[in-house]
């Protein structure tokens, strides 16, 4: 999925979450009601100072706005393979 996407579908399922309307994130966020709907439909790339903006309008980390739905923000690496050392190896 585009990285736009991905936030903009956070920025409105977060803004719903909160009750918020497009005009009051706006407003938070010293906007034009317009940015943020092009934020939602993903036709904007937000710079890291606007994700700031975003994540203090909603009151979300940054990494909410930056993970696809549905994947957690702390899931663990996957953790390398021990490599089998030779038995002449200690």
């Known amino acids: 999925m585009d990285v736009r996407r ?3 579908a956070n920025v409105r399922r977060h803004r719903l979450a909160a009750d918020l309307s497009q005009e009051a ?3 938070r966020m ?3 009601r317009a940015y943020v709907s092009g934020l939602e ?3 904007r790339n937000p710079t890291a100072v606007t994700l700031w903006h ?3 309008a909603l009151q979300v980390p940054i990494a909410e706005l930056l993970v696809e739905h549905g994947e957690p923000i702390d899931a663990p690496l996957p953790r390398k393979r021990a490599s089998k050392k030779s038995s002449h190896e200690a």
């Open 30 to 32: 010293g906007v034009d």
């Open 41 to 43: 439909i993903g036709t």
């Open 6 to 8: 991905v936030i903009g």
């Open 54 to 56: 975003i994540s203090l």
């Open 25 to 27: 994130v706006a407003n």
